[in-house]
């Protein structure tokens, strides 16, 4: 196929039915996108001081929720837990979302610069630079440090990224948004936690549903297109990228950071069944979408369910 030749997808469809219109479906996103895009820098307060008695997550949502040493933990170190693993998640999402970049770009080169696949596809990295921009902002704001996964990963991440195919990079990109996202439609309008954070997570809940949703329509059609061998590497590299992201998902320094045993705080969050439906929870939603289309098969599978995200 030369540069800027596109395959049709109007005869297509698959267990959801008939294919979109990549054109149309790219149009509508960037109209939303000139109604409802947001310039962190100015739409929040960051000079405002933080409330005392708020948390920074939502505690039903921390790692170490309703295990003993949750129990065992005072109020103050219960704060400072939420302010961390914020922290962490903050981290997590800034290293995503230069991931993500990266493969929207490579997604996009072999595509015409005039369409509106294209188009909307540097709203998209446009809207992750001030995503990325936000988190660190917050990170910084919190006073906490950074919390980077580890490096086997980070490295397992660059070489992901490199080989992944446009299947697999769209279906890790559901994998990296749609967990997030459902944890932070919990969080912004949860009067308990601090105002901040509430408005970090608003502005990144209207921008990532139309992420999610351009990403959701170029799997499906990528699915339905292509040849065996890149449907089931997609199955894999989805499979690995849900095991390590379930892996990194929080950063075990946290709880270092808090005064807790490190050990003891990983083996009692792999042993939480609230925080194993929590996860299950947040990942639901994208798993049934995986399932319809045909991602959650063979090898694959198997390596969801040991991350804990499939049931």
């Known amino acids: ?32 996108s000139r109604r409802h895009s947001y310039d962190p820098d100015t739409e929040l307060d960051w000079d405002a001081p933080y409330e005392d008695g708020k948390w920074f997550w939502p505690p039903e949502l921390l790692s170490l929720y309703d ?22 998640l903050a981290s997590l999402g800034v290293w995503f979302e230069i991931i993500l970049m990266q493969l929207l770009v490579r997604h996009i080169y072999d595509k015409s610069p005039t369409s509106h696949h294209v188009r909307y596809a540097l709203t998209e990295i446009a809207d992750e630079c001030r995503h990325s921009m936000m988190f ?25 990224k490199t080989v992944s195919t446009t299947p697999g990079s769209f279906a890790a990109t ?49 699915m339905a297109t292509a040849p065996r061998w890149e449907q089931e590497f997609t199955r894999l590299s989805c499979g690995e990228a849900a095991r390590v992201f379930s892996t990194c998902f929080v950063n075990p ?51 969801w369910r040991s991350s804990g995200l499939l049931a």
């Open 253 to 303: 320094q946290v709880y270092e950071a808090v005064g807790l045993d490190r050990r003891e705080a990983v083996a009692q969050v792999r042993a939480s069944g609230h925080r194993q439906e929590i996860m299950r929870s947040g990942a639901g939603r994208l798993t049934d979408f995986l399932d319809d289309i045909g991602v959650l098969r063979g090898v694959g599978r198997r390596l």
């Open 67 to 88: 295990t003993p040493l949750w129990r065992g933990m005072s109020e103050e170190q219960r704060f400072a837990l939420s302010r961390h693993e914020a922290a962490s």
């Open 174 to 222: 559901l994998l990296g948004e749609e967990i997030l996202d459902w944890m932070q439609r919990l969080t912004f309008p949860d009067e308990r936690v601090q105002t901040l954070v509430r408005g970090v997570t608003r502005i990144h809940v209207v921008e990532e549903a139309r992420h999610v949703r351009y990403a959701r329509e170029e799997l499906r059609r990528q």
């Open 136 to 160: 660190a902002r917050l990170i910084r704001q919190g006073g906490t440090p950074a919390y980077p996964v580890p490096k086997l990963y980070h490295n397992l991440a660059r070489l992901l």
């Open 1 to 32: 196929m030369t540069p800027f030749t596109e395959p049709d997808f109007s005869l297509l469809r698959d267990a959801l039915g008939p294919l979109r219109d990549r054109e149309q479906v790219a149009e509508r996103l960037l109209e939303s």
